[in-house]
């Protein structure tokens, strides 16, 4: 080892034994490691000081040319949808510019020095995540002092809008973790402006309420719907407003519609499974919509996280010999393959990050609320957290009164050994892609599934990577069609018709994404409509709608239940 390498290593020895009670992802850890190996190539280290300087000089001179009304450029910019320097300001007033072009320097030698260490995975992964996060937090939008939007409307106000950014700041202190709000939820109510599609809840057991909504067109299609959400927030995320609902869309174009309502668990329910989850869930709620409906087959609707446990579903039954009561299943933004994970495999999710999580959950007997929100807010830290330090804490502004950001809000809790087997064999071993996991007794034969599915993506979906996505359609036997939409993870499935919306679609699936994406053709279409026509060629004839629960199901109480208020 160096000398310079072993002085670095020895000042940043203390640092890490704090960071390890507080950072059981081991970022800390990472970035030293990530220090370390800086050190350790001096010349390349040297190169990357040297254009920082350049940097400097250049940002310098281009400042003081901007100062005399010259409209010179610096050697760098932020990236194009990058929401932070829109302020007129950072490219008007030469200061600002040149505080701008400081910045983005100092991001970029950071950046650089972590990829000169030549750390192995996951360690170089969690190293660059770590040091992406320290270098938006220092971002100069995010201090009252040299933001110019806070400082115009502090002006503006009389300094009242600081006052506002103050109380604003010790309320998320006290009441949210220390995180800025991102929602008002004064304005939304389960059950009076979220999820209000009518309905009754049919089924109840320990695990699930399961909603049948009422018919509202005079025939329906003979083969029911059953939607699959994820556990990870409430299922109403396909129900989220009228207009806004997956769940009334379908209900208005003439299915019979069921959906799981998962319960929030609690200390109770430590030792509750994987394969409580899909036998107690999915299984158990499939029967119930056959017995209701008096129909044989089911077609499944899965979400996100739910899509996994689906697939799971789908296994199980062909190897207990019921592989024909699920007609076709239909993925959103579902991970099945977990080779593809982007940041939440790389960084939150690799062997020791599981370990370290799996310890801490045994302690409460399940996965605190809200951890898993932060770690996806955590994946979009300048739109998700540091917008909200400049506008509430910086600015003063109540967090807008969003549904989609209500919803998100909404957390709940997991049980640690379901989740610990989640993360373990999905994410760590990719075990279930693998026809390697065992649930209820029966190995798991994903590579045998024949049934026919419709796999939806979303093109910035910061959460399940569409890449990771695609690679559904190479697991299964049955036909699949596969379809790219846009926006992200949660705007991605709440996408109704508007014209915003944008849709890619390709009969090919070839094993590469990139090439599917480069045969793809482009519509001004959301992919609510493409489904519609492909599940309803699925969905048998229409009829006469069954009954609301029938006598050995009957209905408990009104939509939206008991389980999504907990």
């Known amino acids: 080892m160096e000398p310079n390498a072993e002085v670095v290593e020895e000042s940043l020895g203390a640092a890490e034994a704090m960071l390890s009670s507080v950072d059981p992802l081991a970022l800390g850890r990472s970035l030293r490691g990530a220090v370390i190996g800086a050190a350790k190539h001096p010349v390349p280290a040297v190169g990357n000081l040297t254009r920082f300087a350049s940097n400097l000089a250049r940002a310098a001179a281009a400042s003081a040319q901007r100062s005399v009304g010259i409209d010179a450029t610096g050697p760098l910019a932020p990236a194009a949808n990058d929401k932070r320097f829109r302020d007129p300001a950072w490219s008007e007033n030469a200061g600002y510019y040149g505080m701008l072009q400081a910045y983005l320097a100092a991001q970029r030698l950071v950046l650089d020095t972590v990829d000169i260490a030549e750390l192995e995975e996951p360690s170089a992964s969690k190293a660059r995540f770590a040091a992406q996060l320290i270098a938006d937090a220092l971002a100069p939008t995010n201090f009252l002092a040299t933001n110019p939007a806070a400082l115009r409307r502090a002006f503006e106000t009389g300094g009242r809008s600081v006052v506002r950014g103050v109380a604003n700041f010790v309320h998320d202190v006290r009441t949210n973790g220390g995180y800025p709000n991102q929602v008002d939820l004064r304005s939304f109510e389960v059950g009076r402006n979220l999820a209000v599609t009518a309905g009754k809840v049919v089924f109840r057991n320990e695990l699930i309420e399961l909603i ?81 409906t008096g129909a044989e087959i089911v077609n499944t609707v899965a979400a996100c996280i739910g899509g996994t446990l689906n697939t799971a579903l789908l296994a199980y039954l062909d190897a207990v010999d019921d592989r024909g009561i699920v007609n076709s ?94 993360l373990r064999k999905c994410w760590v071993e990719n075990a279930l892609a693998r026809d390697e996991v065992e649930l209820a007794g029966q190995r798991l034969m994903v590579s045998e599934i024949s049934t026919e599915t419709y796999v939806c993506a979303a093109i910035d979906d910061h959460i399940v990577p569409w890449r990771g996505s695609y690679k559904t359609t190479q697991l299964f036997k049955g036909e699949c069609r596969f379809v790219l939409t846009s926006a992200g993870h949660i705007a991605g499935i709440v996408n109704p018709p508007n014209p915003k919306s944008r849709l890619w679609t390709n009969d090919e699936l070839p094993v590469d994404p990139d090439a599917w994406f480069a045969g793809a053709t482009e519509h001004r279409e959301t992919w609510w409509n493409d489904w519609l026509a492909w599940i309803s060629d699925r969905s048998g004839s229409l009829s006469v709608h069954p009954p609301l629960g029938n006598d050995r199901y009957p209905a408990l109480c009104d939509a939206p239940g008991e389980y999504v208020r907990a």
């Open 329 to 422: 299943s239909t993925y959103l933004n579902c991970l099945n393959d977990h080779s593809i994970g982007g940041t939440l495999g790389t960084v939150f999710s690799d062997d020791r990050s599981v370990e370290g999580l799996s310890r801490r959950m045994a302690k409460h007997g399940y996965l605190e609320a809200g951890q898993m929100a932060r770690t996806f807010n955590l994946m979009r830290a300048n739109d998700l957290i540091f917008n909200y330090v400049a506008s509430g804490w910086l600015m003063g502004d109540r967090p807008p009164a969003f549904d989609l950001l209500a919803w998100n809000s909404d957390s709940t809790r997991m049980p640690a050994k379901m989740h610990s087997f989640y």
């Open 212 to 292: 049948q909504y009422e018919p509202v067109t005079e025939q329906v299609y003979e083969i029911p719907l059953l939607f699959c959400p994820p556990w990870v927030n409430k299922y109403y995320i396909l129900d989220l407003a009228p207009g806004k609902s997956l769940i009334e869309w379908c209900v208005r174009n003439g299915f019979t519609v069921f959906v799981i309502s998962y319960r929030n668990p609690d200390a109770s329910m430590r030792d509750v499974g994987f394969d409580d989850y899909m036998l107690q869930g999915p299984r158990a709620a499939l029967d119930v919509v056959r017995d209701i």
